[in-house]
Every structure is written in C-alpha cells, then in structure tokens.
C-alpha cells in the first residue's frame, strides 16, 4: 500500500490513479467475497424467515438449527468420511504418477518420448465421450466402487506439462553428481527433485486436493451405492430434492414432525450444507500459501 506521506508527495494524476485502483480492487474483492459472506449469513438464519427475502449481511433471525438438522442427516459423517479418503487417496496417487510421468518425459534419453507427449497431448483436447467411459469402466470392474473415483483421474495431463516444464527448467548439475555415485533415476527423483521442487508440488497438491474434494460429476454417474456417495454429490442430491422431506424421511420420529413445521424454505438448510462441505478445503490454503511466494531454486545449489 501506498504510504499518507507518500501520497501527498504524488503529482494530482497519480493520486488519482491510486485512488481508482484502490477503489477498483474494493469493488472486485467485495463481488468475490460477498456471495460466500451471503451464503454463510443465510445458513445463519432462521428458514421460515430466510423464505420473506432481504437477509443480506446479518442473519435477521439467528438460529443453528440448520446446522443442527444437516449433521442429524445419518448420511453425512458417512459421505464426508468418503470425501476425505477419496482427497487423500486421490492427491497422493494423482501426484504421484502424474510428476513420475514428468520426470520420465522430461529427460532427453528417453526414446520416443516427444511421440508419448504427442499422444498425452491429444488426450487433453479429444476424447471418446461419457457412454464409451461408462461401458470401459463397467468392464474394468470399477463401476460402483470406490476407485472409480481415483484411478481414472490419476493422470492429468496439465499437471504433467507443468512438472515436465519446472523438472527440464533445473540445471543438470543437480542430478549429475548423484548420477555418478551410482543413484537412479527413482533415488534422484526422491532425494533431489522432489525437496527442489517443493512450490510447484505444493501448488498441485492443493489444485488435485480441490478437485477431488469439490468433484460430484463421476460419483452421480457411476456409483449407485448410498454408502460411496461423497459429501459434494450428496450436497446436490440435497438442493435438488425437498430437503425437507429428505431429511424427515432420514431422522424420522419427532424430529421430522419438527423439521416439517419449521422449514418453510430449504435454501438456509442448502447455505448450511454446503458451508458444511466447503469451509474444511478453504482451511487447507493458508497451510500451503507460502509455497507460491518461495523462490523455486532457493538453496538447490551451493555457491
């Protein structure tokens, strides 16, 4: 930020652009920021008074019965235990055999491999459609399970470009002293290219962690069983039912003659649902934040 001493210093033109792009990056914070923030008061807010409109920056009625009725819902710990595994499982596989693939196509030895690349390539922009993925994966036997999730996912081919890009972006000497020693390719990879390269798996990581946290597509497609069903597909099933309904038909008992009384409208049970599944990867990135400041070969190589 610009300085009160400072400013008064500046010519009237550059105060005044100063002042434009203050005003400029306020207003494209607040568009960003004040969907979230009205999602979050709404899931804050009673139903019945939610349904009346004009709940904008403060809950009107403030309530936690929403939350309350979204964790009564038997299905929830279950999906969110599937969400988390699928995260972890899908990250380690994902980066693993994605910067493994990298590597190997990032080394001039390699025979061929400009035609691997032109082939990983065209994967990215053509492909055989949904019907032909669902039969091969229906004959793979992944079809209702949970590694449909994971293994048709597990390489991404611009995630490989990027780490192919930074891994032929390092200077040789890194891994040619290594490589007289007697290390492979596997031991250089872990113990020399992998510490180096700390910002950009950092970077995908949490872009890998996004997507399998936030992904509902292929588990609405090819998983029927209600016990697989992770938190974002259920999430959706939620808003595009009766919620109310839903969750009476889920708890049962005096609880549903309850729910039926006082939910009028679901959009505030819908803003607490989904603050419920997005709120834990928003906790992720300050984690991983300095990563993406760090200066990519800091300490790689002695003076």
């Known amino acids: 930020m610009v300085g009160r001493a400072r400013f008064k210093r500046m010519p009237t033109e550059d ?5 434009v792009i203050h005003v400029g990056l306020t207003l494209l914070c607040f568009t960003m920021l004040y969907p979230f923030w009205n999602s979050l008061v709404l899931s804050f807010n009673l139903s019945s008074d939610t349904a009346a409109g004009g709940v904008t920056f403060w809950p009107r009625a403030f309530t936690l019965e929403n939350y309350r009725f979204v964790f009564q819902n038997p299905r929830i710990p279950q999906a969110f235990l599937v969400t988390i595994l699928r995260t972890i499982v899908g990250t380690t596989s994902g980066i693993a055999v994605t910067s493994l693939l990298a590597y190997a196509l990032s080394k001039r030895e ?3 491999r400009n035609t691997y690349m032109v082939i990983c390539v065209i994967t990215m922009y053509f492909h055989g459609g949904l019907i032909p993925r669902y039969m091969v994966l229906r004959t793979l036997g992944l079809f209702n399970t949970f590694w449909v999730m994971v293994i048709p996912v597990m390489v991404n081919v611009f995630y490989m470009i990027i780490f192919r890009s930074f891994f032929r972006a390092m200077p040789a000497s890194l891994e040619e ?3 007289l020693d007697g290390a492979g390719y596997y031991t250089r990879f872990l113990r020399i290219v992998v510490p180096v390269s700390q910002p950009v798996f950092a970077a995908l990581i949490l872009f890998v962690a996004v997507f399998h946290w936030n992904q509902w597509f292929d588990a609405a497609i090819f998983i029927q069983r209600r016990d697989l069903v992770p938190i974002q597909a259920l999430l959706r099933q939620i808003i595009h039912t ?3 309904s839903h969750l ?5 008992g005096q609880a549903a003659d309850q729910i039926r009384q006082n939910l009028i409208s679901t959009r505030a049970l819908q803003m607490a649902t989904m603050m419920v599944a997005t709120i834990p990867i928003i906790l992720v990135y300050p984690f991983l934040q300095r990563y993406f ?3 990519i070969m800091i300490g790689s190589l002695k003076e």
């Open 15 to 19: 105060k005044a652009l100063v002042v």
């Open 110 to 112: 390699l025979r061929f």
């Open 177 to 179: 002293s290594a490589q």
């Open 242 to 244: 009766n919620a109310a």
């Open 248 to 252: 009476a038909a889920e708890i049962g």
């Open 293 to 295: 400041v760090s200066g």
